[in-house]
């Protein structure tokens, strides 16, 4: 499962950041693209799964999903892609040219108040 793959990666990455600044994380923020889009409820699963036993345990994930930008090849129109509907909103032709898609990142952790 990716989201497996990704808690992990991302919980090492927030306890290397919390062991830094020795206080603890209470949520973090991710970004993902829409190829490789996360599920929400399965990547908090996850998370917590991976996190149970170290610092990060009952962090709050958020997932931001950054809309794919595609162009219309007839009437060059760029547009928010949507993987339900692909048309183009212009003129419904289905070939397009895609922006690159966002990258997985973890935009933000959020940490408690150092005592
Ligand atoms: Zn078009």
């Not at 992990?8 to 306890?15: D, G, P, T």
């Not at 931001?64 to 595609?70: D, E, N, Q, S």
């Amino acid at each position: 499962m990716h989201e497996t793959m990704v808690a992990e990666n991302i919980l090492r990455a927030i306890v290397e950041q919390a062991e830094k600044i020795g206080t603890r994380p209470l949520s973090a923020v991710i970004s993902c693209g829409q190829f490789n889009t996360l599920n929400d409820e399965i990547m908090q699963f996850a998370f917590d799964a991976a996190a149970a036993g170290t610092v990060c345990e009952g962090m709050t994930l958020k997932i931001k999903h950054i809309p794919l930008r595609a162009t219309c090849r007839q009437c060059k129109l760029m547009f928010e892609f949507d993987l339900y509907n692909p048309h183009c909103p212009g003129c419904r032709r289905e070939e397009f040219d895609f922006e690159p898609d966002a990258p997985l990142l973890l935009e933000e952790i959020e940490f408690e108040e150092p005592k």
